[in-house]
C-alpha cells in the first residue's frame, strides 16, 4: 500500500522539477553569464513595457542560481566602483549597437534585489574594456537607471548588470529592462562622405562629393559658414541611389564676396547627424544683384548680396521706381507695371539686369 503513495509523490516531485526547468527557461532569455558570452540587446524585451517606471511588462530576466551559477564578477573588466567589491556578484551580461550619442539603459526589479548596472567601451578581448557609466540602486525595490553620453552611432558597447548588497538575498533577483532606450541590437552602416569638393561657378558656390549609402531613410544637408564655426543650413537633398557610391553636388549663392565654408551633413531618420570633411572656397566677383528668373508675372524675385537701393526702368532708361532690397532674396511687386521689357539697375555698382513682364 505504501507503493502508490511513494509513486504519486515521486511523480508530483517530477512535475514540481519539471515546472522549475520550464520557469527558469522563461525569465532566463538571453544574458550572458561572463563578457565572453555577452549577447546582442533585443529592443523586443522592452516592447510589452507598459511604463519605464516599474517592470510592468515586457521581458523578465534572472541573475540567480539557475541562470547564472557563477556569483563571482567575471574579471575580464574593471571592478565597478559604483559599489562596494565585497558587495557585487553575480552580473549577467549584454551588448548594443549604439543608435545615436545617447542611451538609458533602466532596470527595475521584480523582488527584492540591489541592481547595479556598469557599462563599457572597447572590446572584444578581455582586458580591453573601459567603464563609460555605472549605476547603483538606491535600494532592493527603487530600480536603477544608467544615463550614457558621448557614444559613437553605429560602435558596438558592452554592460553588465549585477546584484550589490551586503544581504547574499538581494544580490539575485528578477529584474527587467522597461524604459532603456537607445540600444540597438545590429549595426548600422554609415554613410561615407569623401572628396567634398568647392569651386565658383557662375557666381555661385558648387559643391560637390562622393558619397557610399546604405539605405534611403536620410537626407543630406549643405552648410554654409563665413567663420568656420557658425554654420547654417542653405540646401537638402534625399539620398538617391543606397547602396552604391555616387557623386552628389550642390549650389549656393553666398550673400557676398569673401571665404565661405561648406560641410555636409547626414541626417538619419531616427535623429543621428554626422558630417563631411570642410571644403573652403574664396567667391570673387559676385553680382549684387541676381534674378531668379527675368521673365515674371505680378513680381520680380531678385536676390541681393548686401543691403541696397536699387532701380527699375523702362528699356528707354526711364526711371519708373526705386526699390528698398534687403540682403538675401527679395520679392519686387510689379502689379502696375505693364507687359514689356524692363531694366533693374543697382546704380551704384553699375548691374542692370533686363527682365521682361508677360502676362
Given at each position: 500500500m505504501k507503493c502508490p503513495t511513494t509513486f504519486l509523490q515521486l511523480l508530483i516531485g517530477l512535475c514540481a522539477i519539471l515546472f522549475c526547468i520550464r520557469t527558469s527557461a522563461q525569465v532566463c532569455p538571453g544574458g550572458g553569464s561572463n563578457f565572453a558570452s555577452a549577447v546582442n540587446f533585443d529592443p523586443a524585451w522592452i516592447y510589452g513595457c507598459n511604463t519605464g517606471t516599474s517592470c510592468n511588462g515586457g521581458v523578465a530576466f534572472d541573475n540567480r542560481?539557475?541562470?547564472?551559477?557563477?556569483?563571482?564578477?567575471?574579471?575580464?573588466?574593471?571592478?565597478?566602483?559604483?559599489?562596494?567589491?565585497?558587495?557585487?556578484?553575480?552580473?549577467?551580461?549584454?551588448?548594443?549597437?549604439?543608435?545615436?550619442?545617447?542611451?538609458?539603459?533602466?532596470?527595475?526589479?521584480?523582488?527584492?534585489?540591489?541592481?547595479?548596472?556598469?557599462?563599457?567601451?572597447?572590446?572584444?578581448?578581455?582586458?580591453?574594456?573601459?567603464?563609460?557609466?555605472?549605476?547603483?540602486?538606491?535600494?532592493?525595490?527603487?530600480?536603477?537607471?544608467?544615463?550614457?553620453?558621448?557614444?559613437?552611432?553605429?560602435?558596438?558597447?558592452?554592460?553588465?548588470?549585477?546584484?550589490?548588497?551586503?544581504?547574499?538575498?538581494?544580490?539575485?533577483?528578477?529584474?527587467?529592462?522597461?524604459?532603456?532606450?537607445?540600444?540597438?541590437?545590429?549595426?548600422?552602416?554609415?554613410?561615407?562622405?569623401?572628396?567634398?569638393?568647392?569651386?565658383?561657378?557662375?557666381?555661385?558656390?558648387?559643391?560637390?562629393?562622393?558619397?557610399?549609402?546604405?539605405d534611403a531613410s536620410h537626407e543630406f544637408v549643405l552648410e554654409r559658414s563665413a567663420d568656420g564655426v557658425r554654420y547654417v543650413p542653405v540646401q537638402s537633398m534625399h539620398v538617391s541611389a543606397p547602396g552604391t557610391e555616387h557623386g552628389y553636388s550642390m549650389t549656393d549663392q553666398p550673400p557676398a564676396?569673401?571665404?565661405?565654408?561648406?560641410?555636409?551633413?547626414?541626417?538619419?531618420?531616427?535623429?543621428?547627424?554626422?558630417?563631411?570633411?570642410?571644403?573652403?572656397?574664396?567667391?570673387t566677383e559676385l553680382p549684387a544683384l541676381t534674378l531668379v528668373s527675368n521673365i515674371v508675372q505680378d513680381h520680380l524675385e531678385v536676390s541681393a548680396a548686401l543691403d541696397l537701393q536699387a532701380e527699375i526702368l523702362d528699356i528707354t532708361g526711364k526711371p519708373l521706381k526705386k526699390v528698398l532690397l534687403a540682403a538675401g532674396n527679395n520679392n519686387v511687386p510689379l502689379q502696375e507695371l505693364r507687359s514689356g521689357l524692363y531694366l533693374l539697375r543697382y546704380p551704384k555698382g553699375g548691374e542692370t539686369k533686363r527682365f521682361i513682364i508677360s502676362r
Open positions: 542560481n539557475a541562470c547564472e551559477p557563477v556569483t563571482s564578477m567575471d574579471a575580464c573588466a574593471p571592478a565597478p566602483l559604483c559599489g562596494l567589491l565585497s558587495n557585487n556578484g553575480s552580473d549577467i551580461w549584454f551588448r548594443f549597437y549604439a543608435s545615436n550619442a545617447t542611451a538609458v539603459i533602466s532596470c527595475f526589479q521584480n523582488t527584492s534585489l540591489v541592481l547595479g548596472i556598469q557599462a563599457f567601451s572597447g572590446g572584444p578581448t578581455c582586458g580591453s574594456l573601459v567603464t563609460i557609466g555605472c549605476a547603483l540602486s538606491l535600494g532592493p525595490s527603487s530600480g536603477v537607471q544608467l544615463p550614457l553620453t558621448g557614444l559613437q552611432p553605429g560602435v558596438q558597447y558592452y554592460f553588465r548588470i549585477f546584484g550589490s548588497a551586503n544581504p547574499l538575498s538581494q544580490r539575485t533577483g528578477l529584474y527587467c529592462f522597461c524604459g532603456s532606450t537607445g540600444l540597438g541590437n545590429y549595426l548600422i552602416l554609415p554613410v561615407l562622405l569623401k572628396q567634398v569638393t568647392a569651386r565658383a561657378v557662375q557666381h555661385r558656390a558648387e559643391i560637390s562629393w562622393q558619397a557610399t549609402t546604405h564676396n569673401g571665404t565661405y565654408y561648406y560641410r555636409v551633413k547626414n541626417a538619419y531618420a531616427d535623429g543621428r547627424y554626422d558630417y563631411s570633411e570642410i571644403a573652403v572656397i574664396k567667391m
